[in-house]
């Protein structure tokens, strides 16, 4: 496979390291169904060492939060942190930016508490079993609640999120919208039934990839969570 047919546009460049912009959902597709916002070599090797992937966002308004996580990330692995070491190190960086961008003051109440209604930003469905889906701010879900927060959550997995809510990133193009609510909604239905996150997961992954390659699939497993056209 040729790599080239999922780069989009170079938009920067910090000494060794070209910053792409990429087509994340042929990614998803074609190589990593993993592949979220952004990577680095040393978490996904197939992008190249001195290269970072971002995906392409319909509100690109992140950049350089992620481009400052990957830039402590990507150093701390290549002097031989693990991922999660390296993670967790990254987002101290993030968060700290996330702070000086003010960010939190734009979602906090008067008792300095995140707002949950400020980070929604429309109800997209209802479901038959009564799941609201919503689509919230991404970028201030990240921000007040948790930096990993990336394409959809559910209240199983996240504590904020409220009960019987999914919820959609913003910062997700329309036409990968399906695919995200597909997962979310298939794990959430796994969890419900004494799944643990892990294997919840890598199942909703599965149907998910499956999905991305058969549009009937998409639409009948959709229908069989609630969710018909």
Partial sequence: ?????????????????????????????????????????????????????????????????????????????????????????????????????GDLKKVCGKDNRPDIKKMRYRLLYKTDGGILIWLVYGRLVRSAFNIDFTQGGHDLVYDFVPRNNVWLDNDVLIKERPYIMLHELYERSLMKRGFDYPKAHRRASKIEWQARHDKRKLKESLALLGIYD
């Fill in 1 to 101: 496979m040729d790599k080239k047919e999922f780069y989009l546009k170079k938009i920067g460049q910090r000494g060794k390291i070209a910053i792409w912009l990429v087509d994340g959902s042929k990614i998803r597709c074609d190589l990593d169904k993993e592949f979220t916002n952004f990577g680095q070599h040393f978490r996904f090797p197939f992008i190249p060492k001195y290269e970072f992937w971002l995906d392409k966002e319909a509100m690109p308004n992140e950049r350089r939060f992620f481009i400052d996580h990957l830039l402590v990330e990507w150093q701390s692995m290549r002097e031989g942190s693990s991922y999660i070491e390296a993670f967790d190190a990254a987002g101290e960086k993030e968060r700290s930016e996330r702070f000086k961008a």
